[in-house]
């Protein structure tokens, strides 16, 4: 008994290109919008503390408070660049990370460790631990950083929900 037999050959061509895709739709999300929001916010904390840490210094070694704001606030700058540029650089990414249990792991650390930091500082400058132009400074930064740990918090809300998939 004889069987026949075809066999299909299929090429296919691939040409790569030096440009570079961004996913701008990402920025359109609520999840794109929290992380821009959370860089900037995050960025101007950075430079608040940044300056007057290393300006007017307070004594040999920086206060605890506004060290500690510093280091979270720089830790978070990094970590939601890295999360922003991954998700506009690629185009699964966005959808893929949300489903994953990091962003919520990620966002719920951020969230208490920057509403620890801005409280501390908080304290600090309430306290009258600086002087008067250091004091308006660092208050901006303590009440900036209470407003992007509430982005975190919101980001972590809608990180569970969409690791719940619900």
Known sequence: MSHSVVITRTTTTTTSTSHLVLNTG????????????????????????????????????????????????????????????????SLSTGGIISKTIYELVYHTIAFLLYLIASIMLLVDVTNGRYYHTIKDAYMAAAILGLIVSALYLFSALLAQRSYRGI
Do not use: W
């Open 26 to 89: 990402y920025l359109r999300t609520t999840p794109g919008l929290l992380k821009l929001a959370q860089l900037i916010i995050g960025a101007v904390n950075v430079g608040l503390v940044a300056y007057y840490i290393r300006r007017y210094p307070t004594s040999a070694l920086p206060a605890s408070a506004e060290f500690f704001f510093l280091l979270m606030a720089v830790s978070f700058l990094i970590g939601t660049f890295c999360l922003l540029a991954s998700c506009l650089v």
